[in-house]
């Protein structure tokens, strides 16, 4: 495992913004996972209605794995 240090912009950012994005911060299986454990704790009939709140359109959200 390999540790990354912020750029002095990325720090910037994160003090003004109060967020920053770190690219490949997790591997696409361990996205995948989180996903899931998410998703898991809404039941499915508040997860239409909650993405239908953000303009989403539940055919843009990945499906959980093993789904």
Do not use: K, N
Request: aromatic letters at 8%; proline letters at 7%.
């Amino acid at each position: 495992m390999s540790y990354r240090v912020l750029s002095a912009d990325q720090v910037a950012h994160f003090w003004s913004e109060g967020y920053v994005l770190v690219a490949q911060a997790a591997t696409p299986e361990e996205t995948r996972r989180a996903h899931a454990a998410i998703m898991d704790l809404l039941p499915g009939v508040l997860t239409s209605s909650w993405l239908r709140c953000f303009s989403l359109s539940p055919e843009l959200v990945p499906p959980a794995v093993g789904s």
